[in-house]
């Protein structure tokens, strides 16, 4: 909301990161009830970005639980995005997914959800200070674990770096069809991507559109999902 009136927004820093670190040009897909014809966006798409946000995926999408009180919930973008990750594949549209947006890729191809890992036994809580600066929220948090000879581990050119760490959330059960990418120290895991040649499909729990230009292993993601974007326009062109 912008005062009364219902908004669609997006965050500048993944516009950026879109322009500067991907080199693309960002398009707005709105979240509405009904939807769009999600099909015929996607057609006139060469890739898509799934963002984070405030909110939260309604538990009752991928478990029984039920949720907690002040869980912020959006549940028309659940509609939209649980729907565009499934017609993305079968699409072949490249899709590289952030915070939020892996939790998405998660529930919409069957896995399921931690509510609160900082309450889980075995694990850390990964959330930021909401009091610190944004440099400090974004800044480095903790290592990670890339996958021996995955994507990421090619990006970064080699199997640790160093990542930060926004969420409350995070994956339980891993979806069909997908492997892991990284864990987190803790065993939770912070990247996956599909297990298949095509399309492009990387999901990670950090945010790499944070200073895009100035972290080459963030940079790094951001070009690998432009080359996938490129071969998309290229075939479709």
């Known amino acids: 909301m912008l005062g009364l009136h219902p908004t669609q927004t997006v965050g500048e820093k993944y516009v950026r990161a879109v322009l500067d670190g991907a080199g693309c040009l960002p398009l707005l897909i709105p979240s509405l009830e009904p939807a769009t014809d999600l099909r015929a966006t996607l057609a006139e798409l060469d890739g898509l ?32 995005t649980l729907s565009i990750v499934p017609l993305a594949i079968e699409l072949k549209i490249p899709v590289l997914a952030v915070c939020r947006g892996l939790q998405e890729v998660n529930v919409a191809l069957g896995g399921t959800l931690h509510q609160k890992v900082h309450e889980t036994p075995g694990f850390h809580d990964h959330r930021e200070d909401k009091d610190a600066p944004l440099d400090v929220q ?3 948090a903790h ?8 994507l990421l581990a090619r990006i970064a050119g080699g199997e640790v770096a160093t990542v930060n760490s926004l969420h409350g959330q995070g994956i339980n059960k891993l979806a069909p069809g997908c492997v892991v990418e990284a864990r987190a120290r803790d065993g939770l895991i912070e990247a996956i991507r599909l297990d298949a040649p095509e399309p492009f499909l990387l999901a990670v729990q950090w945010h790499p559109e944070w200073k895009v230009r100035e ?23």
């Open 49 to 80: 970005l799934l963002t984070g946000a405030y909110s939260n995926i309604e538990p009752h999408r991928y478990s029984e639980e039920p949720s907690w009180e002040g869980n912020l919930h959006d549940p028309v973008r659940d509609a939209n």
């Open 215 to 237: 972290n080459p292993f963030y940079l790094g993601i951001f070009q690998a999902f432009a080359a996938a974007c490129r071969e998309r326009a290229a075939t479709r062109n």
């Open 143 to 150: 290592p990670i674990d890339l996958a021996p000879g995955g």
């Open 138 to 140: 974004y800044g480095p």
